[in-house]
């Protein structure tokens, strides 16, 4: 299995080698993915939500309504080039969209702002996912780009449908913020299912109830730890970019939210320096117990290899092949030696006992 995993990786690399900048090649694993677009216009007083079954219909939208176009669905490179055409999107845009190895960013254009964020959740297999979602802001409008289907969105759908809150009432920078608050405030969901695996290696440790396979457990969290600090800590640059962006697409309004956001990922970074200190101290622990638990062993050894040293002894001496010793010829000596040996392992037991080896 890791076989087959490390090959398709090789694969995947292998796309942009050697390919002209701007090339737009989906990098992904789902390539039989269906094309699924959906599309929110609204503004204060309406609200209309539909399937779009063509790209074609990206485009009859005018200006006057907030326009959110999903579009999942990143191996179908051809919609997307009729999309970036439209909304005349930079080819380096297209390129880094259809990308899902991109790190998040942030590029400010003359006419929108492009940003790359990862979205975080655990499968049903409780293995952490990491999906990249690409966001254009323009005037009116919000893209979307997701390389399958399933998101953290769907909250921010009901408040937009149902009108709850100010966004049915704000500019789009605004549903740009809901959007990315969306997958930040996802992300203290997956704090939350580190924390408490930590808690349960913790527990198994302390109770020494340590499964043979704990450490190989315990190597597979702190990967998950660094993939999620891999997501996380670029944002912050992102937001500062916001916040000091000089862009007509960025109301003043609304950089106070974006601050919220700020905030947010300040306090899931810490929490991530947190356990990415409890993940090693973890490490160190189990080690300790392990040499602990040899150590008693070793002890145990050694108490009854001092016992039977002496025993050793005695016996080897009238096991020799001598002629004349004198006890051999006595009527009661071997039951004296017998006696004497019997004599040494209750007492050298005793003071260990007082010694509290044993």
Not at 148 to 168: M, P, S, Y
Not at 301 to 308: E, N, P, Q
Request: with cysteine.
């Amino acid at each position: 299995m890791k076989k087959v995993a490390k090959k398709i990786r090789t694969q995947i690399s292998k796309k942009k080698v050697g390919q002209v900048p701007g090339s737009i090649i989906y990098t992904g694993e789902k390539a039989d993915q269906k094309l699924f677009i959906e599309a929110f216009d609204y503004n204060k007083t309406k609200c209309e939500v539909k399937e779009l079954q063509n790209v074609e219909e990206c485009f009859s939208y005018e200006e006057g309504t907030i326009t959110w176009i999903n579009i999942n669905g990143l191996n179908h490179v051809n919609a997307i080039e009729q999309i970036g055409e439209h909304y005349e999107l930079h080819p380096l845009v297209l390129e880094d969209i259809v990308n899902i190895s991109q790190r998040p960013k942030i590029d400010d254009y003359d006419d929108y702002i492009f940003l790359v964020l990862k979205m975080l959740y655990y499968d049903k297999d409780e293995k952490i996912v990491s999906e990249q979602v690409s966001f254009i802001l323009g005037k009116d409008y919000v893209l979307t780009f997701q390389e399958a289907e399933g998101d953290v969105f769907d909250e921010v759908r009901e408040r937009i449908t149902q009108a709850k809150g100010r966004v049915r009432s704000m500019p789009a920078d605004y549903l740009l913020y809901v959007l990315m608050d969306a997958v930040v405030d996802h992300y203290f969901s997956v704090i939350e299912v580190l924390g408490n695996k930590i808690e349960d290696f913790e527990t198994q440790i302390f109770s020494g109830h340590v499964k043979d396979d704990v450490s190989q457990d315990i190597q597979n969290l702190k990967r998950e730890i660094l993939r999620v600090r891999r997501a996380i800590f670029p944002l912050r640059e992102i937001i500062n970019r916001i916040e000091k962006t000089d862009s007509p697409l960025i109301n003043q309004k609304t950089i106070t939210y974006f601050r919220d956001v700020y905030d947010h990922l300040i306090q899931v970074s810490e929490n991530i320096d947190i356990y990415r200190e409890m993940i090693w101290s973890l490490m160190d622990m189990y080690m300790t117990t392990i040499s602990n638990k040899m150590n008693e062993v070793m002890k145990v050894l050694t108490i009854m290899a001092s016992i039977f040293i002496p025993l050793t002894f005695i016996a080897g001496i009238y096991g020799m092949n001598f002629e004349y010793i004198p006890e051999l010829q006595y009527k009661y000596s071997y039951f004296i030696l017998w006696g004497v040996m019997i004599v040494l392992f209750i007492g050298m037991l005793i003071y260990f006992k007082r010694k509290k080896w044993l």
